[in-house]
């Protein structure tokens, strides 16, 4: 039973548009959600984090949203940029090692 | 820092045949893992190192032993290689068991 689901296996956008990701979870003791991205050829690199307690948290470009009545979260990259083109993978944790999600695709065109 | 190194970075085996694959980590941290990633999977737990001297299963831990040989080092092993063990293994490692993990650059194992 997947307790993190990442629910579009790719996403196409316009350069300088708005990407969205979605995220969701089942599990209500998950406290702690990562992003992470992923080149081909290469180990995921942590993007960003927020905690349970709070609602939103941005750096630079990337802002990630928490719902935890709906057990969902978002990330959002604005402007688009190519170099962002990549495997995103959502992952949470809560008194567990991280869980990840099975990714998305983002494909940003120029 | 190199952080997170992990050999070899490609390897092919008979079916039968063992080997093991090595993982290292020059951050200090406590946490260690290793995870397969397959087509459409996602990212798959297979051991994981709360601590040194601990080890415990993960999501798909069949097939496979881990070794937490210090603090910096965390090997896994396959004994009996099984075509369903061609993936992409990743190594991370985290100051704990819960938080922000940092990846190695991965080994492409192809199981003929």
């Known amino acids: 039973d997947q307790q993190v689901k990442q629910n579009s296996p790719s996403l196409s956008v316009q350069e300088g548009r708005i990407s969205i990701l979605n995220c969701d979870y089942t599990n209500s003791m998950f406290d702690y959600f990562l992003w992470y991205k992923k080149y081909p050829a290469e180990g995921p690199t942590f993007l960003i984090s927020i905690s349970s307690i709070k609602d939103k948290n941005e750096d630079g470009r990337f802002t990630v949203f928490l719902n935890k009545s709906a057990k969902h979260l978002s990330l959002h990259i604005v402007p688009s940029q190519p170099g962002d083109s990549a495997v995103y993978f959502c992952a949470a944790s809560g008194y567990t090692p991280l869980v990840f999600g099975k990714g998305t695709r983002l494909s940003v065109i120029a | 820092n190199a952080g997170v190194t992990q050999t070899p970075k490609f390897q092919v085996l008979k079916t039968g045949q063992s080997m093991t694959l090595q993982c290292a980590q020059d951050m200090n941290h406590n946490s260690m893992y290793w995870y397969r990633q397959d087509p459409g999977m996602g990212l798959r737990l297979i051991y994981y190192s709360a601590s040194e001297g601990t080890t415990d299963k993960g999501e798909v831990p069949n097939g496979y032993n881990v070794s937490r040989l210090n603090k910096r080092e965390f090997s896994l092993r396959l004994e009996s290689a099984a075509p369903s063990q061609t993936s992409v293994y990743f190594c991370?490692?985290?100051?704990?068991?819960?938080?922000?993990?940092?990846f190695g650059p991965g080994t492409r194992l192809t199981v003929l």
């Open positions: 991370a490692s985290s100051v704990d068991w819960v938080g922000e993990q940092f």
